[in-house]
């Protein structure tokens, strides 16, 4: 009798322990990819639902955007510039179904084909690209990375790289090629003021050459500034042309 009652109870929390394993409750991001006998059944959720023990199984999923980091990569540029490229990616899964069935961990996936993307895109490029031209880079990772995970059911929103790291050697030959930028902008500069310069000096004096009174101004102007001096002894030199117009 006492067996039959232990028997009796057992048989109770069994049942009792089925039953309470048969609801799940998904939060609203949350979807639960359901196999009946190990073949794929439906996608159920949110909220409340019933899956048959032994019979049925679930995984869950969840759609939420993931934010990765994409582990600090090792990329030579295509002249020939080894740099550090690190970057983070957004995505978020959008087919419950082939996100479990197509991948066996579509985070390890996604974060193996990010770095080998990241690699084999910015290796196209040259290092002036990848420190001036992020927002570009940024896309054809993105487009790239998203054309390859849609068999998983996934959606790579976005793509940013974070850092170029470079070595101090190469970072002092960065730092020279500015600095010998500026001097050359400086000289240009300097040589188009020197031009412009001469050429004004060229036109004033073929103007004084043809006008006389624009001479004789020019001389009394001079006498003026001269006079405004502090030194008491002038000697001011008389063209003899100037002094034959005066007497005539």
Sequence with gaps: MFEFEYFGAMLLFLVIGLLVSMFRVLREYE????FMLGRFYKVKGPGLIIIIPVLQQMVRVDLRTVVMDV???DVISRDNVSVQVNAVIYF???DPERAIIQVENY???TSQLSQTTLRSVLGQHELDDMLAERDKLNNDIQHILDKQTEAWGIKVANVEIKHVDLNESMVRAIAKQAEAERERRAKVIHALGESEAA????NAAETLSTQDQAIQLRY???LVEI??????????PLPVDMLQKLRS
């Design 220 to 222: 009394l102007q001079t």
């Design 227 to 236: 006079a405004g001096d502090k030194s008491s002894t002038i000697v001011f």
């Design 107 to 109: 985070l390890e996936a």
């Design 71 to 73: 582990p600090t990569q």
């Design 199 to 202: 050429e004004k000096l060229a």
């Design 92 to 94: 978020r899964v959008m």
């Design 31 to 34: 979807r639960g990819v359901i």
